[in-house]
């Protein structure tokens, strides 16, 4: 297993190196500059900034100065926040975004799991084709379109109506902002992170069911006079999971990645909103510095996906 994870993490030092470099090359392509506002500065100060922030220097020199300054952990100064580095604005946001990000999948998780057992045991009923067009629905429609609307029908319609019937509403969840309501602030963003992965992952474990559903150990559990519960949980979860665990990595990634959008529409002061704030302003070190910490947070959920999914098949922890 050792071997296995030092495999692993030395096949991701080339790739991540490959991202960084197309990150960076991508974005000094992009038009305008850091400086750049709709107030002209004078030409001198100009020249002076850029040779601060050694923006006058060829860009393969550039390129150079920054690799060696990331591989000792350094991504530089924000071009756009004064007097602060990418690595305090990333170590700063990051926990807003993890807290949202960890909330949305374990949701995701727990229900998606639950909807997916609930219609494999019930195949081919109302219940089944219920849960499944719900699944349909929630693949269908971005968490970007959904976002606006819950917005609109709880914390604005919801909340006007039950104000008005005198009813009290400090339960409900609200339309944004962080830190002043605690956990009602939460709700919105976290449950429109996970709409879309409950979809994915109710489909993924009603197929998986269904099959182990039909295996010859299950049927061997019947016939000792097990109940349907227990058969269910000490047979046919473990291994009716491993799609589920499989998709943990690319739903990881794609939740923290739409975060970007939900921090925008709700107002988190995560570091995907950082992301698009410096993309907007042509921050250069602070997207790079997101791109990076997104790469390595994205290799890192696939590697605890991989060894996750050794520990629930005995015959891939044999492999490994």
């Given at each position: 297993?050792?071997?296995?994870?030092?495999?692993?993490?030395?096949?991701?030092?080339?790739?991540?190196?490959?991202?960084?470099?197309?990150?960076?090359?991508?974005?000094?392509?992009?038009?305008?500059?850091?400086?750049?506002?709709?107030?002209?500065?004078?030409?001198e100060?100009?020249?002076n900034?850029?040779?601060v922030?050694?923006?006058?220097?060829?860009?393969?020199?550039?390129?150079?100065?920054?690799?060696?300054?990331?591989?000792r952990?350094d991504?530089?100064?924000s071009?756009?926040?004064?007097?602060?580095?990418?690595?305090?604005?990333?170590?700063?946001?990051f926990?807003v975004s993890?807290?949202v990000?960890?909330?949305?999948?374990?949701l995701?998780?727990?229900?998606?799991?639950?909807?997916?057992?609930?219609?494999a045991?019930?195949?081919?009923?109302?219940?089944?084709?219920?849960?499944?067009?719900?699944?349909?629905?929630g693949?269908?429609?971005?968490?970007?379109?959904?976002?606006?609307?819950l917005?609109?029908?709880?914390?604005?319609?919801?909340?006007?109506?039950?104000?008005?019937?005198?009813?009290?509403?400090?339960?409900l969840?609200?339309?944004?902002?962080?830190?002043?309501?605690g956990?009602?602030?939460?709700?919105?963003?976290?449950?429109?992170?996970?709409?879309?992965?409950?979809?994915?992952?109710?489909?993924?474990?009603?197929?998986?069911?269904i099959?182990?559903?039909?295996?010859?150990?299950?049927?061997?559990?019947?016939?000792?006079?097990?109940?349907?519960?227990?058969?269910?949980?000490?047979?046919?979860?473990?291994?009716?999971?491993?799609?589920?665990?499989?998709?943990?990595?690319?739903?990881?990634?794609?939740?923290?990645?739409?975060?970007?959008?939900?921090?925008q529409?709700?107002?988190?002061?995560?570091?995907g909103?950082?992301?698009?704030?410096?993309?907007?302003?042509?921050?250069?070190?602070?997207?790079?510095?997101?791109?990076?910490?997104?790469?390595?947070?994205?290799?890192l959920?696939?590697?605890?996906?991989?060894?996750?999914?050794?520990?629930?098949?005995?015959?891939?922890?044999?492999?490994?």
């Open positions: 297993m050792f071997r296995y994870i030092l495999r692993r993490l030395l096949v991701a030092i080339p790739t991540l190196l490959v991202i960084v470099s197309l990150a960076f090359f991508l974005v000094r392509a992009a038009p305008g500059g850091p400086f750049d506002s709709d107030r002209k500065l004078p030409p100060i100009e020249a900034l850029n040779k922030y050694h923006l006058n220097e060829p860009l393969y020199q550039q390129y150079f100065r920054y690799m060696g300054n990331a591989l952990g991504f530089g100064p071009f756009q926040y004064a007097d602060r580095t990418v690595n305090e604005i990333i170590r700063d946001n926990l993890f807290q990000g960890v909330s949305a999948i374990v995701a998780v727990l229900v998606g799991s639950f909807l997916g057992i609930c219609a045991v019930r195949q081919n009923t109302r219940a089944d084709y219920g849960i499944m067009g719900f699944a349909t629905i693949i269908t429609i971005p968490n970007f379109v959904i976002a606006p609307l917005v609109l029908w709880i914390a604005v319609l919801l909340r006007g109506w039950m104000q008005a019937h005198g009813w009290n509403t400090d339960w969840p609200r339309a944004g902002g962080w830190g002043e309501y956990i009602t602030q939460v709700m919105l963003p976290v449950l429109c992170l996970a709409l879309p992965q409950i979809a994915y992952i109710s489909r993924l474990m009603r197929g998986s069911m099959e182990v559903l039909h295996s010859n150990h299950v049927r061997t559990a019947r016939a000792k006079g097990l109940s349907e519960r227990q058969v269910i949980l000490r047979h046919c979860l473990k291994p009716a999971l491993l799609p589920v665990v499989s998709y943990l990595g690319p739903a990881c990634a794609a939740v923290m990645t739409g975060s970007v959008v939900i921090e529409i709700f107002g988190i002061p995560g570091i909103r950082n992301f698009v704030q410096g993309a907007i302003n042509r921050d250069y070190t602070l997207v790079l510095g997101v791109v990076v910490f997104y790469g390595a947070l994205i290799m959920f696939n590697l605890l996906v991989d060894l996750a999914y050794a520990f629930l098949d005995p015959k891939v922890r044999l492999q490994s």
